[in-house]
């Protein structure tokens, strides 16, 4: 199997080791597979968009979802390291408001299947990080919404040093916190 797929506690959002076949050259690995991806994880999506970023050490960008048109995403990164999160905004769901966060970089090439009805974020932890995401549905920013990055009653566990403060976009710093936030069903 080209991936080894690990579950999360929030059971939908999965991690993803692509097999990388080094040798004194370098490396190579095959980021996507479709046929792959679909055996692998169960889930069967068909991404219409791809999407890189680059940002520098401290910034944090999210938390972000489409209300209509939720975007699954299948992110990575492809220099530098971040922490990864999702949170579950399915009022439905057993798991709603809860968090899950990993490390993902260059060097350990994990990819992070984040399905829709989720929250996504990432804070850069590296100098500068590239970011890699393919989406399911296309960008439509009158159904964006950002979530309170910091609102304590999710509680995420941001890895910031000495209580830095991270560099937000102007919508990110005026998210609402869960208990106003638009959510899904």
């Not at 055996?39 to 068909?46: D, E, K, L, P």
């Not at 850069?124 to 910091?150: C, G, H, I, M, Q």
């Amino acid at each position: 199997m080209p991936y080894t797929v690990t579950p999360t506690a929030l059971p939908e959002v999965l991690i993803l080791q692509p097999q990388v076949h080094g040798d004194t050259r370098g490396f190579f690995l095959e980021s996507f597979n479709q046929r792959d991806f679909e055996r692998a994880t169960g889930v069967q999506a068909q991404f219409v968009q791809d999407n890189h970023s680059l940002s520098r050490r401290g910034v944090l960008r999210g938390l972000h979802y489409q209300l209509q048109r939720p975007q699954g995403r299948l992110v990575r990164v492809v220099a530098g390291t971040v922490f990864d999160v999702a949170v579950d905004l399915r009022r439905s769901s057993a798991h709603f408001g809860k968090w899950v966060g990993a490390i993902i970089s260059a060097e350990n090439h994990q990819q992070i299947w984040i399905p829709p009805g989720f929250a996504h974020g990432f804070l850069v932890l590296s100098e500068t990080a590239e970011f890699l995401y393919k989406t399911t549905d296309y960008y439509a920013p009158e159904y964006e919404r950002s979530l309170l990055w910091n609102d304590p009653d999710i509680g995420i566990a941001w890895p910031l040093e000495n209580g830095q403060t991270p560099l937000l976009a102007a919508k990110d710093a005026a998210a609402c916190a869960l208990a106003q936030a638009d959510c899904y069903a």
